[in-house]
């Protein structure tokens, strides 16, 4: 599955005519979250129309919309997103893979952007962003495969330990 966006004028534009159309869905599902004082609705449709798509997409089975309204804290918010498939699956599949990558991509973020403070850095000249990032992407992995719950503990753990530093790469 893969994410269409905006800047792919013409895929956006003729899956968005497609599932505006109700008779092309051939799955959908709904689900409803509260959490915290936040509400989200979810409603993913599934189509099997793609002749009116570009032949360009070998192997296309599937074209995707997931609806997003979310209610946090007063604010409504409306998000909606593409995406195409070789597979030919129903709603409910297509929508647990958007949350697990969504998950994954919230959580990598949050590391990456709070603990390591990656935003903050003022690393911008050559490679040297693209190896930091990678060096920090690492040092996650590592702690994740050495059972570190939080990421912070982690580092506070091993900074000041040589050995532990060593017993963790190896």
Not at 17 to 39: F, M, P
Not at 43 to 65: F, Y
Not at 91 to 99: K, M, N, P
Request: charged letters at 25%; aromatic letters at 6%; glycine letters at 6%.
């Amino acid at each position: 599955m893969i994410g269409v966006k905006k800047n792919q004028r013409i895929l956006h534009t003729q899956i968005k005519a497609i599932l505006a159309d109700n008779n092309n869905h051939s799955s959908w599902h709904t689900t409803i979250e509260v959490n915290k004082g936040r509400s989200e609705l979810r409603n993913t449709m599934v189509s099997n129309c793609i002749e009116p798509i570009n032949g360009d997409w070998k192997g296309l089975q599937q074209i995707i919309g997931v609806h997003r309204m979310v209610k946090d804290k007063g604010k409504n918010r409306e998000e909606m997103a593409y995406f195409i498939s070789s597979r030919n699956e129903n709603a409910f599949f297509y929508l647990e893979g958007i949350r697990s990558h969504w998950e994954i991509e919230n959580s990598l973020h949050y590391a990456k952007d709070v603990t390591q403070r990656e935003d903050a850095s003022r690393i911008r000249t050559g490679n040297a962003p693209q190896n930091i990032s990678t060096l920090k992407n690492i040092a996650i992995n590592l702690f994740r495969k050495n059972n570190y719950t939080s990421l912070a503990q982690g580092m506070r753990l091993v900074s000041n330990d040589i050995s532990t530093l060593c017993k963790i790469i190896l």
